[in-house]
């Protein structure tokens, strides 16, 4: 379980959390990108690049038995602005379709380049899954 941290008078954030308060297993993933299992880019648009990084990072999560709303913390490192705000809306509904309508403490940082030189984005994440509580209808 987590809480959202959300100062009283401040507004509310748009697609992401001013912060998060959570208890139990942490977990943390490297930067994905765009690129598949095969270390292939799927592509050169920057919303399909997204898009499979985000998957990369679901794939991961699952192998400790998280899923996306375990997701406490994204830091985005895009190689340009006004790539990834030209592509608000795809990115969106991509992010929507693989990690729902959970949002995570965010920041996006424009970098002049990443480590692969086809890549557009790059995505870690810091997941947290909860710690069971006797009440959670666990057996003993």
């Given amino acids: ?10 507004a509310k954030p748009r697609g992401y959390s001013n912060g998060i308060a959570a208890e139990g297993t942490t977990i943390f993933v490297a930067g994905q990108i765009g690129w598949d299992a095969q270390c292939q880019f799927v592509s050169d648009d920057f919303a399909l690049q997204v ?5 990369n990072i679901v794939a991961v999560l699952a192998e400790a038995g998280a899923r996306p709303e375990h997701i406490v913390r ?3 490192y ?3 602005k006004r ?3 030209d592509a608000g809306r795809e990115v969106g509904a991509h992010y929507r379709e693989i990690i729902g309508r959970h949002y995570p403490a965010m920041t996006a940082v424009e970098v002049t380049a990443l480590m ?9 994440v810091t997941a947290v899954i909860p710690t069971p509580t006797p009440n959670d ?3 003993a």
């Fill in 1 to 10: 379980m987590f809480t959202v941290l959300q100062p009283p008078g401040w």
């Fill in 116 to 124: 692969e030189d086809r890549a557009r984005v790059e995505i870690e």
């Fill in 78 to 80: 895009v190689t340009s």
């Fill in 51 to 55: 898009r499979q990084a985000l998957q």
């Fill in 74 to 76: 994204m830091t985005w």
């Fill in 137 to 139: 209808g666990a057996a």
């Fill in 83 to 85: 790539a990834y705000l």
